[in-house]
């Protein structure tokens, strides 16, 4: 067995991967700039963080196998797929019905409602699971460290890569956000973000067909 723990040469064409898969639209990236957009900073880093643990969610639940056992259930994974989308849904008919609000603004401090969000439309994405399930096995090496190590030590560097790219987003959108909220069109903005987030769900109902 190598001492390294994780094959070397996998380390880059991983990161690489992971990258891409994080540059593409999908629901994260669709809500989260809505939210910010709308609630600002603050509320956008907390659902980053949610998003965050859904991700660390199904990296345990990789580690431990039951993600495998849950991607090879049919019923099971439809079920989800489906909860995942219609909850796009709702969060869309939401940034809607709050897009006329003349002061829509920036989460309080205890308001952990946009965490509980992110953390819930990860759980509910089906991506999620299958990134797990037929991405990073491939990268895991048996001649190296037992199976759950290795898929610690690359699930930690995909969950990394997904908090930049998901607060990149949040900053981009959160300032273009406040540009918005001064100018006319500020609800017609925030109803287009709406919009982007049913298409989004539109999206992934072809996307994990």
Do not use: C
């Amino acid at each position: 067995m190598d001492s390294f723990p994780v094959e070397p040469t996998a380390l880059a064409p991983f990161l690489v991967a992971v990258l891409l898969i994080e540059l593409t639209p999908g629901p994260n990236m669709g809500y989260l700039a809505a939210l910010s957009a709308s609630q600002g900073r603050a509320a956008g880093f907390k659902a980053v963080l949610g998003v965050t643990a859904g991700l660390a969610f199904y990296m345990l639940l990789a580690v431990l196998g039951v993600a495998e056992i849950i991607a090879a259930a049919p019923l099971v994974y439809g079920a989800l797929r489906w909860a995942g989308v219609l909850y796009l849904l709702y969060l869309a008919w939401e940034a809607w019905r709050g897009a006329s609000e003349t002061s829509p603004g920036h989460a309080r401090d205890v308001d952990h409602a946009p965490f509980w969000r992110g953390f819930t439309a990860n759980v509910l994405n089906p991506k999620a699971l299958m990134f797990y399930v037929a991405l990073l096995p491939g990268f895991i090496a048996a001649d190296h460290a037992p199976f759950w190590m290795q898929a610690l030590i690359l699930g930690s560097l995909h969950l990394a890569i997904s908090f930049l790219v998901h607060s990149l987003i949040v900053l981009g959108a959160s300032h273009a956000g406040s540009s918005i909220a001064q100018s006319r069109s500020a609800v017609t903005v925030r109803r287009g973000l709406a919009v982007g987030i049913a298409l989004i769900a539109v999206w992934l109902v072809w996307e994990t067909r």
